[in-house]
């Protein structure tokens, strides 16, 4: 069985602080463990987490 997907839809990431975009994923993106800076925003530092070509719901929950 082939199960992985193509890559064919590309999201952003958005800050969990404030929303704002700061990196752009593709629908098989898997990423734990790496950490961005929003630039365009708050300027805080978070951790990127995306799973299954979806960034985590718990991240975004946060304030
Ligand atoms: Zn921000």
Same mark, same amino acid.
């Given at each position: 069985?082939y ?5 064919i839809e590309?999201k952003w990431?958005l ?11 593709d629908?098989t993106?898997? %990423?734990?463990?790496? $950490?961005?800076?929003?630039? &365009? =925003? %708050?300027?805080?530092? $978070?951790?990127?987490?995306? &799973? =299954?070509?979806?960034?985590?719901p ?6």
């Amino acid at each position: 069985m082939y199960l992985k997907k193509p890559a064919i839809e590309r999201k952003w990431l958005l800050c969990p602080h404030c929303g704002m975009k700061v990196l752009l994923y593709d629908n098989t993106a898997n %990423c734990s463990g790496v $950490f961005v800076k929003c630039t &365009r =925003g %708050c300027r805080r530092t $978070f951790e990127v987490q995306i &799973r =299954g070509g979806e960034q985590s719901p718990l991240q975004e929950a946060k304030k």
